[in-house]
């Protein structure tokens, strides 16, 4: 047994080096989006076409509240990350409500998401930019939303904060440089 024991070890070791080789990589091309150029992007009118895009019993449960802004961005990956943090809230909590806050606060571009969903406990608000991490049933996700989201933050400049309390719903940030 010892042998074999190792031998499971080494090769668990092995694939997950490789996994974390694939996602970094999947990661990475989110971010910018396979060769996807910056483009001026009007927020309001970005965000309102990713809100017009969801499934209408999801539509009629998102409110849109941003400033006129005029943000550079791959537009790919921006919507990538936007739309990845809202599919979670109605993914966790199907009669979600979902508001979408769009401001410039000190030359950063703050894109605040906050659901009324069931908020996650300290484990799960710890871990949930983790790859695979999820508490959803297998049929309903992978666990690498947050992860892309985080990533595609990164690769931008800025960085995604997450804010939660089990009971009191989640608020996602996504915080980019505004030049």
Known sequence: GETELLEDARLIREETRRSRSILDALAERAGKGVGEA????????????????????????????TEPIVYHAPPGALRTAIESIVNNAFEIEAENHVHIDARAVDNELVIAIRDRGPGMDAETLARATEPFYTHKSAHRGMGLGLYLTDSIARELGGRLDIRSAEGQGTELCLRLPMS
């Open 38 to 65: 910056s483009e001026a992007l009007n927020l309001r009118e970005f965000l309102d076409a990713i809100v017009r895009a969801q499934p209408e019993k999801r539509r009629t449960r998102i409110t849109l509240e």
